[in-house]
């Protein structure tokens, strides 16, 4: 049985196997975030890496306007993802909202860089499957040092 042990509110220890999920949450999240940056600095300055013009793209915007927000996605995801890592509370709720903006932005980009796209997606889904079950566990257990005993992660 995997887990950290911690000690609950009325002194029984239990194992929570369950933070690792969310610390995993948080790299994919840097990994999804670094992904995210380096296709829109490409957008910005090498649009001949893509597999299609930027005329063939599900939503037909300029490689630089895709560019652009693919960076500040990124970006933010970077953000996010030390928070998720750090156990700030804010950060749950903001990883699953760029988790699913992230993977929707993807969808509507796979025919440029389908192989990124797909990655990226694939760290979205994980990162808020982490995070949506498992995230609370661990920012109570970050911030009090304890966790209450649920029964069902126990």
Known sequence: MSGVPVQSADGMATRVRWIGWVLFAGLMAIMAGSI????????????????????????PINYTGWGVLHLAIGLVFLLVGYGIITGRAWSRGAGIVLGIVSAVLNMLFI????????????????????????????????????????????
């Open 36 to 59: 995210q940056a380096l296709v829109g600095f490409c957008a910005l300055f090498v649009d001949d890496v893509f597999v299609v013009g930027s005329d063939r793209l599900v939503v």
């Open 111 to 154: 025919t440029a860089f389908p192989a990124w796209s797909l990655l990226v997606i694939a760290f979205d889904l994980l990162t808020i499957y982490a995070l949506a079950v498992h995230g609370r566990t661990v920012i109570r257990y970050v911030t009090s040092g304890s966790v209450e005993e649920t029964g069902r992660n126990a």
